[in-house]
């Protein structure tokens, strides 16, 4: 049975996501600071379990620990795919630039940035241990390919996350160690991270109006869908490395 380790499951995308790889027969370990409500009692098929593991991506000493005893465990018992899905991330802090103080940077990055490139680091490096497939995601944004006002945090996080998966893409290809790893930008979705958004200041976040039109529009896609989407990729026939894939294009 292949395994998915989830980082941000307790909640939204990350949630939706755990459950449509145990509906495709996929074991999923969920990463977070709190466990989900609903996973720990969801089977998916073939009984395709969950099993919650505490991490707070803010402290990467802590997340680099975390992530090595993970990889440790699962890569030793894998007799399938291992599947890496770097989903948890932050928005703020949402002001211009000239607003952040050195903590949100830190926090910011760290959980944006750094924990991801610290888990593929590490499932890398067991994947070649064990010589077993290992298929990366990280979720990504559209703030990677265009400026927005009051998320340049945001943006540079998400921009350096696309060319660090490309580059992942590139060294494993040239390797020819079979190891896959893709963006996925999930798009504008109904979740928590929505509602932080919405709540912001026009001064720190010009486009806080369009975000809230996309409630009264009824714009905001389900979670379930676009992580059936993300599902629907990592199981089809063929997944090409490097790629970011984006949900409106399966729309």
Not at 45 to 70: M, N, P, R, W
Not at 188 to 216: C, G, H, L, W
Request: with cysteine; glycine share 8%.
């Amino acid at each position: 049975m292949k395994t998915a380790v989830v980082t941000g499951a307790s909640r939204g995308l990350g949630e939706a996501i755990a459950k449509q790889l145990m509906d495709k027969g996929i074991q999923v370990v969920g990463v977070a600071r709190k466990d989900s409500a609903v996973l720990p009692s969801y089977k998916g098929l073939k009984d395709a379990g969950y099993t919650y593991q505490y991490g707070d991506l803010q402290d990467t000493a802590e997340s680099a620990i975390t992530f090595e005893k993970l990889a440790a465990s699962i890569f030793s018992k894998a007799d399938d795919t291992v599947i890496l899905v770097n989903n948890a991330g932050v928005v703020g802090p949402i002001a211009t630039a000239d607003a952040y103080s050195l903590d949100e940077l830190e926090a910011h990055l760290a959980i944006n940035l750094t924990a991801p490139m610290l888990a593929c680091s590490i499932f890398l490096k067991y994947a070649k241990k064990y010589n077993k497939p290992l298929v990366i995601v990280n979720v990504t944004s559209g703030a990677a390919e265009r400026s927005v006002h009051g998320w340049s945090a945001y943006s540079t996080s998400k921009a350096g996350l696309n060319r660090y998966t490309e580059t992942v893409a590139l060294e494993e290809a040239e390797a020819g160690t079979g190891n896959i790893a893709i963006a996925y930008n999930p798009g504008i979705m109904d979740t928590d991270m929505q509602a932080d958004i919405r709540s912001s200041e026009p001064e720190n976040f010009q486009e806080v109006q369009k975000f809230k039109d996309y409630v009264t529009n009824n714009s905001l896609r389900d979670p379930m869908f676009v992580a059936g989407v993300l599902a629907g990729i990592l199981t089809g026939e063929h997944i090409e490395s490097g790629k970011i894939y984006a949900v409106k294009d399966y729309v």
